[in-house]
C-alpha cells in the first residue's frame, strides 16, 4: 500500500474510539454449483467502509458494489440475453450512539442504484435501503431489536431485526435470532470458524422491460433465498484475512415482477454452494 495512503486511512480509522473489528476493505466471489435445469447465480462483491468518531457517536461510510451472473441452465421458451448480468452500486451512511449505560442505537441509509443498464440509469434504478435497530448491553449477552431493509437479501419488504448475542468465552460467542444467526469458534489466535445461516439474494430493476407472454411487461428482478453453512477464515498477517465459504442454499425463488406481482417463476432448485474472501481490518490489533 502507498504510505501515505496507509498513513491517512490511519489517521480517519484512529478516531473510531474504542478497539474493535472494522472491514476496511473486503472482496468476495459467491457462486452456486451447477445444477441441470435450474438457475444457478455467481455474485462478486467488493465493500469499503470508513468510520469517523464524532463527539457523540461513530459515524460510518461505505461504498459497495456488487455484479450478479445469472446462468439459465433450463430450457427456457424467453430470450434471457438481457437478464442475465445485474450491477448493484451502494452507499451507505451509518452512525451508532451509546443512550445510556445499557441501550444503544444504531441506524443507517443506503441509496441504491441496482439494474441491468441495458439502457443507461433511470428513476427506476434507484432504491432506499436502511436499517434502525436498538441494542441492549447485559451481563451475559446482547438483545437487538430493530426492522431493516435490504433489497441486498431479496426481497422489497421491510425485516424485523430480532437476535440475541452471547460472548460465552474466549473461543465461542453466537447470534440467534433474525435476518441472520450464526455460531463463532475460534480455534487458535489465527484461524476462526463460523456456521450460519442468512437470507441472500438481490432486487433489482429492468431497465428495457422484458415482455413475456407478448403481453405482459417484467419490470423488476427478485432472487431469494437461505443460505446454511460455514466460514472458515485465516489470519495471514496482522492486517489481511482470508475467509472460505462452503454450504447449502434452499427456499431458492426467482421471479420477474410487474407491480410488485410476479408474473414469471424461473426453475431454481436447492443447491450447494462455495465461495471466498479477502478483508482488510486496519483496527484488528488496535489498542485503546
Known sequence: ?????????????STAGKAQNFEIFSADLNTTLNNSNSVGLK???????????????????????????????????MNTETIESFKTLKYTLGYFT??????GFKTNISPTVSSNFESGITMEDFFLNGSLAFIKTGKKGNLHLGLVYNTGFGTNKAMPIISY?????????????????????????????????????????????????????????????????????HSIDEFWKLSLDAGYQFS???????????????????????????KYDLLKNKKN
Open 252 to 278: 431458492t425463488k426467482y421471479e420477474l415482477l410487474n407491480n410488485h406481482e410476479s408474473i414469471y417463476e424461473f426453475k431454481t432448485k436447492n443447491n450447494f454452494f462455495v465461495g471466498f474472501d479477502l
Open 43 to 77: 455474485n462478486a462483491t467488493i465493500n469499503i467502509n470508513l468510520p469517523l468518531k464524532l463527539k457523540r457517536g461513530v459515524l460510518t461510510n461505505s461504498v459497495l458494489f456488487s455484479r450478479y451472473y445469472l446462468d439459465y441452465n433450463t430450457d427456457e421458451t
Open 165 to 233: 448475542s452471547r460472548k460465552v468465552n474466549s473461543v465461542f460467542s453466537y447470534m440467534l435470532g433474525m435476518p441472520i444467526t450464526k455460531i463463532e469458534y475460534s480455534i487458535n489466535s489465527t484461524d476462526n470458524a463460523t456456521f450460519y445461516l442468512k437470507p441472500k439474494g438481490f432486487y433489482s430493476n429492468i431497465s428495457d422491460n422484458l415482455i413475456i407472454n407478448t403481453d405482459e411487461k417484467a419490470e423488476k428482478v427478485k432472487y431469494k433465498s437461505i443460505q446454511t453453512g460455514v466460514n472458515y477464515s
Open 98 to 103: 451509546k443512550i445510556n449505560d445499557t441501550w
Open 1 to 13: 500500500m502507498n504510505l501515505r495512503l496507509g498513513v491517512f486511512l490511519l489517521m480517519i480509522v
